[in-house]
């Protein structure tokens, strides 16, 4: 055998070796993402301030087991859930939305099966009982050049103890007089945490209630974080600015 032929066998080994690390790599991360953890952006302000548009985050398929719609295209392989795990009241959702079972939200639940959900001058009475919500200064989002924005911020309780921050924008908005909403079985009842500027359940013709067959799974941590342009886009193309646009202090932050 040559010298060259031993060079050029020895570099396709070479080659070879390493398409087989980055398949292996690949099946691994697709194992993760389509079992254990999926990744997801935020595209819209629902959920401020708790998410803001341009967080990136893990979404844990465990929480609440397994359905059509925990796998790529929905397939139809089988009914219902399975190793079903029940979502818990405060829990930050991500599903799919019941009137196209396509679209991914993000919202937080608020009712359980058999809930009833009543909102009154912007409080949320569940079960006949107000939530109570505590002063907590004022968001004020990027303003873009424009004018000085402050919305209110309160902080919500449910009866388990779990709070959360919650935006009203307006006094007398959409949503602030709604219901009551009574959750039918096998579903659950979601909110935005941007009170005035959410589209959830209490939107009926629109979202509605959602089936537990459409949870996808519980947002967990937030992984990447940063400021967007005014096409709600991240500026890949200006390398210079990413040090800036990067919001380093919500890194790594829990989904609470």
């Known amino acids: 055998m040559s010298l060259e032929t031993d060079v050029a066998k020895r570099s396709e080994s070479g080659w070879w070796e390493m398409i087989?690390?980055?398949?292996?790599?690949?099946?691994?991360?697709?194992?993760?993402?389509?079992?254990?953890?999926?990744?997801?952006?935020?595209?819209?302000g629902s959920m401020k301030d708790t998410l803001l548009i341009g967080d990136y985050l893990f979404v844990s398929?465990?929480?609440?087991?397994?359905?059509?719609?925990?796998?790529?295209?929905?397939?139809?392989?089988?009914?219902g859930r399975?190793?079903?795990?029940?979502?818990?009241?405060?829990?930050?959702?991500?599903f799919k939305l019941p009137r196209d079972n396509s679209t991914d939200y993000i919202k937080r639940v608020i009712g359980l099966p058999g809930d009833e959900i009543m909102v009154r001058g912007g409080i949320v009475f569940l079960n006949g009982k107000e939530l109570p919500r505590k002063r907590a200064g004022v968001y004020v989002p990027p303003s873009n050049g424009?004018?000085?924005?402050?919305?209110?911020k309160y902080i919500e309780t449910l009866p388990s103890g779990v709070s959360y921050t919650v935006l009203d924008a307006e006094p007398n908005g959409f949503f602030d007089n709604a219901g009551p909403y009574k959750v039918p079985a096998g579903h659950y009842f979601m909110m935005g945490d941007n009170r005035d500027n959410s589209t959830d359940s209490r939107a009926t013709w629109d979202v509605g209630f959602v089936p537990y067959q459409n949870?996808?799974?519980?947002?967990?941590?937030?992984?990447f974080s940063a400021a967007v342009d005014e096409h709600d886009?991240?500026?890949?193309?200006?390398?210079?600015?990413w040090p800036l646009?990067?919001?380093?202090?919500?890194?790594?932050?829990?989904?609470?």
């Open 215 to 223: 949870l996808i799974g519980r947002a967990e941590i937030i992984f």
């Open 245 to 256: 646009d990067v919001r380093w202090g919500r890194i790594f932050n829990y989904v609470k």
């Open 20 to 44: 087989k690390i980055v398949l292996q790599a690949l099946a691994i991360a697709m194992v993760v993402r389509v079992f254990f953890y999926q990744p997801f952006n935020i595209p819209s």
């Open 146 to 152: 424009g004018p000085v924005q402050k919305i209110a």
């Open 82 to 94: 399975v190793f079903g795990g029940q979502p818990k009241r405060g829990d930050v959702a991500v």
């Open 61 to 79: 398929k465990l929480s609440y087991g397994y359905s059509r719609y925990s796998f790529p295209f929905g397939p139809n392989l089988f009914e």
């Open 233 to 241: 886009s991240f500026r890949w193309y200006a390398p210079w600015a």
